[in-house]
């Protein structure tokens, strides 16, 4: 039983997690939206959101900090410029998830993940309505009868 063991662990060893980790983040900062699963979002939110804090104050030691994990010098770069300057009079909750559905090829449970400050209004994906496919096929609807008609039988 895994009683007292935090995060996900996503399928993965633990330098591939890191690694898909690292690239949803990259892409996170750099797209201020992204879609992906629900577990991977939570993962990320986890991931991307000290990062997000470490970069309201902008050091020397915590750009360093911040590479480390993110591996990217772009990411970091706009992480401490661009988003820290959005996010700066936010105490937390710096992402936004938002559940759209299931997968078509999977049906693994898709969520978009977004900055708050970048995307003010949610855009809903419109869920495609189904039409209920019946054995024996829709009855005929039977026309109405419109009042001072007579009745043929």
């Known amino acids: 039983m895994r009683h007292g063991r ?42 991307v959101e000290p990062l997000i804090t470490r970069s309201l104050t902008d050091t020397m030691h915590n750009r360093r900090e911040v590479f480390r994990h993110l591996r990217s010098k772009e990411a970091v770069k706009e992480l401490f410029d661009e988003v820290a300057q959005a996010v700066g009079s936010r105490n937390g909750g710096y992402t936004r998830i938002v559940r759209i559905g299931q997968r078509s ?3 693994a449970e898709m969520a978009m993940i977004e900055l708050v ?5 949610v855009v809903e994906t419109p869920k495609k309505v189904r039409r209920r496919r019946t054995r024996r096929g829709r009855r005929r609807r039977q026309t109405p009868q419109v009042e001072g008609q007579l009745d043929a039988s």
């Open 117 to 121: 400050d970048y995307n003010e209004s």
């Open 6 to 47: 935090k995060g996900y662990k996503l399928g993965r060893t633990r330098a591939h997690r890191k690694a898909t980790l690292a690239a949803l983040s990259n892409a996170l900062i750099r797209h201020k939206r992204i879609r992906t699963t629900v577990t991977k979002a939570k993962a990320m939110r986890s991931f």
């Open 105 to 107: 090829g999977d049906g």
